[in-house]
C-alpha cells in the first residue's frame, strides 16, 4: 500500500514537469546498410535523405553507430560512411558483425569489437568513437558475462551508449521496400499512419515507466535504425516529438543524465532497453504496449 501510494504521487509530481524539460538525443544503429532496398534507391541516397532532414531542422549531433562487417558484402557502404562524417556527424561502434553475446563467449564478443575500430580510427580521424551499443540491446545472459563484458569495456575506454526511448522502427523498413516495388500507395498510407501512431504510443509508454522509476522524465535516447522508410518518416517523426513538447540534445548529454549511473546488475535473456532493465531489477511491469507486427509482416505480400 505504501509503496502504491509513493509511486501515485512520484506520477503526479512526474505530470507537473514542464514540457520544456523533456529531451531526446536521436541516434542511429547498422550503419552502413540496414533493411531492404527500395526499388530506384541507393545506400547512399538513404544517408543523404537522413542528412538533409538533420541539417534542414537544425538537429544536434547524432551518433550513428556502425557495423563495419557490411562493408566485406557490399563496399561501397564505405561512401556512407564518409558521407555521415563529411556532414560533421560522429560515427561510433555497434561491434563489428552484430552478433548476438548470448552466442558468443566473452573472449569472442570483445574480440569483434575490437576488430571494429580500425574503420573507426580511419574515419573519425583523431576524434572520440568510443561509445558503443550492444547489438540486440542483449548486454549478457548471465550477470558473470555482463561483468566480464563490462569491464572489459571501461578499461579500453568506451561508455555504453543506453537506449531509452524505441519502438522498433526496423519493423517497416522491409515493407516499404516491398510496397514500393508494388506501387502500393495505399499500404505505403498505411505505413506512414502507423509508424507514426506507434512512435506516439511508445512516447507515453517509455514516459510512464520512467516516472514510474524515477518520478520525472530522463533525457531520452532514441534508437533508430539507417533504413529506408526511417530516412523518409524523419521530417515526420521530428514533428512529432516537438508536438510532444521535447527538444533535441546529443548522445553524451544525454547520457549525462544520472538516472543512467544506475546499473541493474542483473542479465537479461533477450536484453533490453534501460528503463527495462531497470523495470525488471526492481520488479516493477512494464507498461502495456503494442505494435502492428503482423500487419506489417503483411504488407505488400
Not at 541516434?27 to 538533420?54: C, K, M, V, W, Y
Request: proline share 6%; aromatic share 10%.
Amino acid at each position: 500500500m505504501v509503496k502504491s501510494l509513493l509511486a501515485a504521487v512520484l506520477l503526479l509530481l512526474a505530470s507537473a514537469i514542464p514540457a520544456s524539460t523533456q529531451q531526446v538525443a536521436i541516434t542511429f544503429d547498422d550503419l552502413p546498410t540496414h533493411g531492404d532496398l527500395p526499388e530506384g534507391q541507393t545506400r547512399l541516397d538513404i544517408a543523404n535523405s537522413i542528412l538533409t532532414t538533420l541539417r534542414s531542422q537544425h538537429m544536434p549531433l547524432v551518433y550513428g553507430f556502425i557495423n563495419a562487417v557490411q562493408l566485406e558484402s557490399e563496399p561501397e557502404g564505405i561512401a556512407v560512411l564518409k558521407a555521415w562524417r563529411a556532414a560533421g556527424q560522429p560515427l561510433v561502434s555497434h561491434s563489428y558483425s552484430h552478433p548476438r553475446l548470448n552466442d558468443l563467449t566473452t573472449a569472442e564478443f570483445e574480440a569483434d569489437i575490437a576488430k571494429n575500430e580500425s574503420v573507426l580510427t580511419t574515419l573519425m580521424a583523431g576524434q572520440d568513437w568510443h561509445w558503443f551499443r550492444y547489438p540486440y540491446l542483449q548486454e549478457g545472459e548471465t550477470v558473470e558475462k555482463r561483468h566480464a563484458v563490462r569491464a572489459w569495456l571501461q578499461q579500453n575506454g568506451y561508455r555504453t551508449a543506453q537506449v531509452s526511448l524505441d519502438f522498433d522502427d526496423y519493423l517497416w523498413n522491409d515493407p516499404y521496400a516491398r510496397c514500393v516495388e508494388k506501387h502500393n500507395d495505399k499500404a505505403i498510407d498505411f505505413l506512414r499512419k502507423s509508424y507514426l501512431s506507434t512512435a506516439d504510443q511508445y512516447i507515453t509508454v517509455f514516459r510512464e515507466v520512467t516516472h514510474t522509476l524515477y518520478g520525472r522524465d530522463i533525457s531520452y535516447v532514441l534508437l533508430l535504425h539507417i533504413g529506408p522508410f526511417d530516412a523518409k518518416m524523419l521530417p515526420d517523426l521530428i514533428a512529432l516529438f516537438r508536438r510532444r513538447g521535447f527538444t533535441f540534445t546529443t548522445l553524451p548529454e544525454a547520457m549525462k543524465d544520472p538516472a543512467y549511473s544506475e546499473d541493474p546488475d542483473i542479465a537479461l535473456l533477450h536484453g533490453g532497453t534501460f528503463q527495462e532493465q531497470i523495470a525488471a531489477a526492481r520488479h516493477i511491469k512494464f507498461p502495456p504496449n503494442s505494435k502492428p507486427t503482423k500487419e506489417l509482416e503483411a504488407a505488400c505480400r
